[in-house]
């Protein structure tokens, strides 16, 4: 008696979840949220008796521990983000503290300057009243001119409009945004106008990663390897001319087994071929980086799940916690960044501070 009473009034001891043995991964199943069941959490302490205690009406804020692969991940984002203190009387003030710090990061001031921007789409299964449909996530990233990756923003939404976009790339003129060089992304609808209008100096280039797998949807797996081999020859091509001709060559290899897989390479051609001005090394921040890789992973773990969201609200705080968490490692610049920089200073003269 004395034991458990001692460690109720321990005021400052992380929730552990080393205990959680009766789920078979590092994350907590989705169909317990799915169908209202209890999530299990130990709350024991290394005392006597029942070994877990059930959480009821708190799902949402327990489900963000999918996105931690391990307990010392869990128990900082807790004791970090919710200053949480294990007791059952304390767990309702959770959902409150996250969306003022949403809206606080979401207007922080930004950089005026960013070279490189990265527009990435991510689809996630929402309910709405009672009806499952898929919801697309933006978040959007900078390299900043010391060369370390920001989370600028994270849209949630399911309309893709010119008139969208332009009020997205006003949001981030509005927190201090003057100059973008390169603004990377895949093929979004009115993405071409909105840039032309906001930021008529920058440059569109499509994602080369998001080419390289919509080609592979119409592939069979057997030849993914094969394909992709191919596709780097058009991309790491010396120039335009040369990769031109090395996209009519992969095109026409694979025209009879699949005719569907390279159309977008030739319909997207005026906004891939910027690739082809710059260097090894600035290409290879467009390709993509490591951060960026780091983040989509957290969140694919999560479609992985085949997981549902309850709302739009829950959604954002699970992308926000995922953010929050990634950039906390994003501590140093990009390799090489100094190569680079002096390049993009080159070529976009007048428009980089020294």
């Not at 309910?127 to 010391?146: A, E, F, T």
């Not at 085949?306 to 501590?331: C, G, H, M, Q």
Request: glycine share 4%; net charge neutral.
């Amino acid at each position: 008696m004395e034991q458990s009473n001692e460690n109720t009034e321990s005021k400052k001891r992380p929730m552990s979840f080393s205990d959680i043995d009766k789920f078979s991964s590092n994350f907590i199943h989705t169909s317990a949220y799915q169908t209202g069941m209890t999530y299990l959490i130990n709350t024991n302490y290394g005392t006597k008796g029942s070994k877990y205690h059930c959480l009821n009406n708190y799902v949402d804020d327990v489900y963000y521990c999918k996105i931690f692969n391990s307990k010392d991940e869990i128990d900082e984002m807790l004791i970090e983000i919710y200053d949480f203190v294990t007791i059952e009387s304390s767990i309702p003030g959770m959902t409150d503290k996250i969306p003022p710090q949403i809206e606080e990061w979401k207007n922080r001031s930004l950089s005026e300057v960013y070279p490189v921007i990265y527009i990435d789409a991510l689809h996630f299964s929402v309910r709405d009243n009672g009806i499952i449909k898929k919801i697309v996530s933006y978040v959007i990233l900078g390299i900043n001119c010391g060369g370390n990756i920001e989370v600028l923003n994270i849209e949630v939404g399911d309309i893709e409009s010119a008139k969208y976009w332009l009020s997205v790339l006003n949001g981030l003129k509005n927190r201090g945004v003057k100059d973008i060089l390169i603004i990377c992304a895949d093929d979004i609808t009115g993405i071409r106008e909105a840039i032309r209008s906001a930021f008529p100096k920058a440059e569109y280039q499509s994602c080369i990663v998001h080419q390289i797998q919509n080609t592979l949807k119409y592939v069979a797996n057997k030849d993914h390897k094969a394909i992709a081999e191919d596709l780097e020859t058009i991309y790491y091509a010396p120039n335009e001319e040369h990769g031109r001709a090395c996209r009519d060559l992969v095109t026409k290899k694979w025209a009879d087994k699949y005719p569907n897989a390279m159309k977008r390479w030739e319909r997207d051609w005026d906004v891939i071929t910027p690739i082809f001005k710059f260097s090894p090394p600035v290409r290879a921040i467009i390709y993509a980086t490591n951060e960026i890789d780091s983040l989509n992973a957290i969140y694919r773990k999560l479609n992985r799940q085949d997981s549902i969201f309850p709302n739009d609200k829950v959604l954002v705080k699970f992308l926000y916690i995922a953010a929050f968490e990634a950039t906390k490692r994003w501590t140093i610049s990009i390799r090489y960044w100094d190569l680079i920089y002096r390049k993009l200073q080159i070529m976009y003269k007048d428009r980089l501070p020294d």
